[in-house]
């Protein structure tokens, strides 16, 4: 009886699955026949395809998810009668209620992409979140609630109709038993499809919301997830989100003073030559591009360095420099948008402009703003986001593969290979007709660590000192070495290519990574800064260094957060902008006050590290100039300790007040 009850059950989550993936996928035939422009999409047969599958995908999984609650209680306890009629009576409860939210969360998904041209966000929790009452008002005089209810009921009752008839254990011939070793195959395969189709993809990551940027046509994107995926990112997102609130003024001058600061703002110096003679300017944020890697860097066994080592050998790096986040989303929103919320992308503020950004700042100055990055848009919001900051255009996977149709051979998990990246901003360079600020973003250097199959690697050796921090076998971890000289050697040919060509003259280019190397373990506390540095690399051209004052002091101490006042000092002239203690790393007389390097759990300075988590602790350089250090000596007194906490509640403070403003 257990067979026949289980197979029962499984007919019926079957039905189930063809029910409510047709449902999803009317509702974005519907959608797209409504909402879609066939002037748009003319000669885009492949995206449009692209389209459908990865939706369907979308809703697989949402189902199988959905279902599989039945499915395993089904499995624990139809073996006994009283508890095969629980089930049956729950079952048909639970399913009718799974589908008519599915028919509903597909109606709202309908009518807010109708109002706001998107799928279901953030800014759909504005019942919670906004005046509740005007909200429902507004809802009942604009949409049809009854209509959709009652169509949302009538296709409930009919659902419910054919559970009832799956879930009825029939006794007639052609429901005999089945031999043990064909039902224990079927119950196999049937465990296995829905695994499958609950996670999405047999590849490494599952299916996820990168995975809905199909197309450079922004329609396609929000056609692709159903209204349930969407619905479940918003809830994401709005967990996640930070409660942004008006300041005072006091409240900013207090910790203002406690970090040690005079101004959270500077000026560029006048310099008549830049003002006639305004650069491009280049900053790569490196995916992983850490120093804890880059020390085992060394000629000619291990090239960790490529194209990269003369550019290193050339031009200015800084080593003893740290990232502001330990992740790309914390340090990306740290240093382009002086966020400290990684989320702010995708928060409630993710629609309000935020001034004295690097994008406002060059923009205002007359720049064409540009982003790249060889992963998804949908990325934390990017793709929306980025042009609310004023940025003119904004270039992703989905574009890279147009331009280069090679690439779409090579794509991982996280996106095309970099160097693709690089290629287009060498273009747009090589195009540009006006002063032209190029924001990249790599992203090959990630698990599963794939080297793209045009790239010849140099050679690379994991040694003994090496493999005592290994977290991975000594193959996996030369893999992992292969695929950081690939991202630095990407870069050192980017360089190469605009320094030789009439760009390397009026071409600012400056590189960093975005956090430490993964599968590195850290000796600590000899190597804290060393699993927290990341190195600063610039290249000025000489024509503006010669018009221009500057020091190199390569022992100088820093942080994102000192990388953009470095690049405006090079390239903008009498211009003002949010330092948020940041300084010129050339100038020619350091500004002791903002002479440190901040990371979420590191402040560093001259003297040594005091870590920002745990006990108060001070740990001096080692005298060999280097980036280990020494064991913790001493108290750590009490104005530092001040700078230490004030600091961060500054960067929160002034976030809030860009955002919501001043109070009283």
Known sequence: MYQLRIRALLSALWCQIGVLTLL???ARYFMFHIFIDPRQISGHAAAIEHMWLTGIRFDLRVTAILLSPCLVLGLLIAAREKGWRWLARCARIYLGLV?????MVSIVNYYYYQTYHDFIDIFAFGLVDD????????????YPILSALFAAAAITAFDTVLTRHFLTPRRRRDASRWPVGLFALYLFLTLLLFAAMARGSLATFPLRRNDSQISTITALNKMTPNGLIALSWAVGDHNLDVKFTPVSRRAGAVLLRQSGLNSLDARTPDNPWLRDHRPNVVMALMESMGSNMLVFDHMPDNDLLGALRKPFADDFVFRRFVSEGNGTAPSLAALFFHSPVQNISHSSAQRVPLADTP?????????NVIFITSGSLMWRNLGNYLPFQGVDRVFGQETLESLYPESRQEVTDWGVPDDYAFRLAAKLLAQATQPTFIAILTVTNHPPYIVPPHYHPKPVYASAQMMAHAEVPRQAQENILRTYQYGTDSLGEFIATIKDSPLGDNTLIAAAGDHQMRRLKAFNPREQFLDRAVPFYLYIPKIILDNSPWRYDPSRIGSHKDIMPTLYAYSLSDTPYQAL???NMLAPVDDGSRAFGYNVDLWVDDRGVYPLTGRPAFYPWTPDGGLTLQPAVGPVDTSRMQRFTAYPVLLRWQLNARIKGFSG
């Open 24 to 26: 999803l996928a009317g």
């Open 99 to 103: 589908a008519f939210v599915v028919i």
């Open 131 to 142: 005046e509740s009452s005007a909200v429902l008002k507004s809802i009942w005089q604009d």
């Open 359 to 367: 994008f406002a700042v060059y923009k205002k100055a007359g720049y």
């Open 581 to 583: 203690g940041g300084r």
